[in-house]
Each structure stands twice: as structure tokens, then as C-alpha cells.
């Protein structure tokens, strides 16, 4: 079945570092979400992603789709405590809206 | 409406009882997903609705696993005789499936279960 892999599985930074985490499919994806999960809490949506190479900001947080639609990537400029958590992305493939989630990678911020 | 709601948050259940969770989305949206999540692991999908009909259903959910939304608004998700390894937080999300939002997922809280 359709796997997505997700890299780093753990991070831990110091404060006003950069930060990316990247998730891989082997199949063609027709899109990829990207949420945020806090400790104890539930998946936030952050981002979605449609085209081929598309590229999206929000403020420090940079997302990625890659040509080819099997790869994508959330940078984090600058990172601040605020940024602790778990972040997924979720994908589905072409006729179905059932996501797949990643295994997520769980950022620590050291102030 | 202040976002998707379940009930309950919590359940604790002997093994081999039967055991219903609800999940209300947020009103105007046609989709509902049920995921279950264990501990340092991502959402995993366990089934979507459009409206009332269940479009798909994972191959890895046993018989015991059930879902309905019987009118399209509120649905609920049934397992029968549970067994330890279904101890997990089960959560409901929501979506709209046309629009420029389409597809962006609400979740709710979810209903942390274990079975004793």
C-alpha cells in the first residue's frame, strides 16, 4: 500500500536555527497537506499542495512540492519555542481523498 | 460553530465489550475522516465519508471496526468485542470537498481509548 516516509524522525535545534523536514512517497502524489501537532494536542492544518514544483510561504515556514510530486519540504527559518511539535505531512494519490500520514518529526527548541 | 467536537474524550472499556464514538464536524462540511493515532506515530486512516455515503474504508481495519453518518452531519464509530491493541486516540476530521478550502482537514480532539 502507499507508504509516505518522513525524515528526520526527531530534531532538536537551538533557537534561531533553521529546521526542515522532508517526506518521501514512491508513488505520484496529487497532493500533499503539511500540519502541526503540539504535545497533547491534535493535528493543526498548516499548508496544502497542489502543482509540480510549487513553492509556498508563511512567514518563517517554507513549503515545497517537488517536479516530479513524490517529494516535499517544510523549512523553518529562524526557529522559536513556539515552533515545538510534531509536524506531518499527509498525501493522497489521484481519485481518492484518503491521506496518508507520515511517521511526523517531532521538533524540540532549545532556548 | 467552534470546530469539530467528540465524545467522549476519554473511554476506558474491559476487553471484549463494544464501545461508540461520535464525532459532530463543523456544520458545512461535506467530509469526514476517522483516523487512529498511537503514540510517536502519525494519523492513521481509517475511513472518509462524502455527505452520507463511506467512499473508502482501510483494508487494515478488521470486521469489528464500523462508521456511519447516517443523515451527513455527525457520525459515529463502533468497535465491537475491543482487544488491548486497539487502545489508541481515535480522531474525527473534517473538510470541505469543493472551494478554495477544499480538503484542508479539522480535527477534533479526539476520544482517547484503552482497553483494560
Known amino acids: 500500500g502507499q507508504q509516505v516516509m518522513q525524515i528526520p524522525q526527531y530534531q532538536h535545534v537551538q533557537e534561531g536555527e533553521d529546521f526542515t523536514t522532508y517526506c518521501n512517497s514512491s508513488t505520484t502524489l496529487s497532493n500533499i497537506q503539511w500540519y502541526k501537532q503540539r504535545p497533547g494536542g491534535h493535528p493543526v492544518f498548516l499548508i496544502q499542495?497542489?502543482?509540480?514544483?510549487e513553492v509556498k510561504k508563511q512567514k518563517r515556514l517554507t513549503f515545497q512540492f517537488g517536479e516530479a510530486k513524490k517529494n516535499s519540504s517544510l523549512h523553518i527559518t529562524a526557529t522559536q519555542t513556539t515552533d515545538v511539535g510534531t509536524y506531518f505531512c499527509a498525501a493522497t494519490t489521484s481519485g481518492t481523498y484518503k491521506y496518508i500520514f507520515g511517521t511526523g518529526t517531532r521538533l524540540k527548541v532549545l532556548a | 460553530d467552534t470546530g469539530v467536537s467528540q465524545d467522549p474524550r476519554h473511554k476506558i472499556t474491559k476487553r471484549g465489550q463494544n464501545v461508540t464514538f461520535r464525532c459532530d464536524p463543523i456544520?458545512?462540511?461535506?467530509?469526514l475522516y476517522w483516523y487512529r493515532q498511537t503514540l510517536g506515530q502519525g494519523p492513521e486512516f481509517l475511513t472518509y465519508f462524502q455527505n452520507e455515503a463511506q467512499l473508502e474504508k482501510s483494508r487494515l481495519l478488521s470486521d469489528r471496526f464500523s462508521a456511519e453518518r447516517p443523515k451527513g452531519s455527525f457520525s459515529t464509530l463502533e468497535i465491537q468485542r475491543t482487544e488491548q491493541g486497539d487502545s489508541a486516540m481515535y480522531l474525527c476530521a473534517s473538510s470541505l470537498a469543493h472551494g478554495g478550502r477544499a480538503n484542508e482537514q479539522f480535527f477534533g480532539p479526539g476520544t482517547r481509548l484503552t482497553v483494560l
Open positions: 456544520s458545512e462540511h461535506n467530509r
Open positions: 499542495l497542489v502543482k509540480s514544483g
